[in-house]
């Protein structure tokens, strides 16, 4: 059974913008807060963001802070990242799972963005 499934990656130019969605199963959805994480080509995964399970807190890594947003809809189960103000560095494959890195790794989506 997939856990967790991305999608809305894509090339863009810097300073433009994506919308990252995360479907989750309904059981990782109401038992755990839900975060985004990113892998650059030759570097290890690191954490981006996350959104706690009710009255909806979020946490974001420096790096993306003021840029990237963080969301969830409980009613469909549902994790966005509205990425804004990209830059090349943010290139990278992005996941999404539990906040604490303890699920399974869904395929993950590809963002690339260009100079």
């Known amino acids: 059974q997939v856990q967790v499934a991305e999608s809305g990656g894509g090339l863009v130019q810097a300073g433009g913008s994506l919308r990252l969605s995360c479907a989750a199963s309904?059981?990782?959805?109401?038992?755990?807060?839900i975060g985004w994480f990113r892998q650059a080509p030759g570097k290890e995964r690191e954490w981006v963001a996350q959104?706690?399970?009710?009255?909806?807190?979020?946490f974001y890594a420096d790096s993306v802070k003021g840029r990237f947003t963080i969301s969830r809809d409980n009613a469909k189960n549902m994790v966005y990242l509205q990425m804004n103000s990209l830059k090349p560095e943010d290139t990278a494959t992005y996941y999404c799972q539990r906040a604490t890195a303890s699920g399974p790794w869904g395929q993950g989506t590809q963002v690339t963005v260009s100079s």
């Open positions: 959104v706690s399970r009710f009255a909806p807190t979020t």
């Open positions: 309904e059981r990782i959805f109401n038992n755990y807060a």
